[in-house]
């Protein structure tokens, strides 16, 4: 007889004595606390961004990592975790910068997205939206043509 129980952070089957761990991806799991199908206490929401990280240090695809996330800095700000979506958009914005196809428009657009989500979240310690003008500079800087 099987039972089947499922957990946040996976779903386990019981053969009464035999237990297999099934294997759901990181962005299902995370996915499932975004839409609310997780009640957010503090004990889910530390999970869920436990997960989110894990799905980044397990990605190996630069582009994934930097969907990851950023897909975590939302997550965060909807949380109201200031500090990690801040942490996060920045460790996104950096490996868009290291990216070696930092030309692609899809990462220009992944870089902007984290730069005003950056600017947006330090909004009250200053005025200016320094970090967008950083990125704006860096790729004017490094791709003259594209400008």
């Not at 397990?58 to 801040?86: N, T, Y």
């Not at 870089?111 to 990125?135: F, G, N, P």
Request: charged share 30%.
């Amino acid at each position: 007889m099987l039972v089947c129980v499922s957990f946040f952070m996976g779903v386990r089957v019981s053969n009464l004595s035999n237990w297999c761990m099934g294997r759901i991806k990181e962005k299902k799991r995370v996915a499932a606390a975004s839409r609310g199908q997780v009640h957010l206490n503090p004990l889910g929401i530390d999970a869920a961004i436990k997960a989110y990280r894990t799905a980044v240090l397990d990605s190996e695809r630069l582009e994934e990592k930097i969907q990851e996330l950023i897909r975590m800095g939302d997550f965060c700000r909807e949380v109201c975790r200031d500090e990690e979506a801040h942490d996060a958009y920045e460790r996104a914005l950096m490996f868009c910068r290291e990216n070696e196809n930092k030309r692609s428009p899809r990462f220009w657009e992944e870089a902007c997205y984290c730069a005003s989500r950056i600017d947006e979240l330090s909004a009250h310690q200053r005025k200016d939206c320094s970090t967008m003008v950083s990125l704006v500079d860096f790729y004017a800087d490094n791709f003259p043509a594209a400008f």
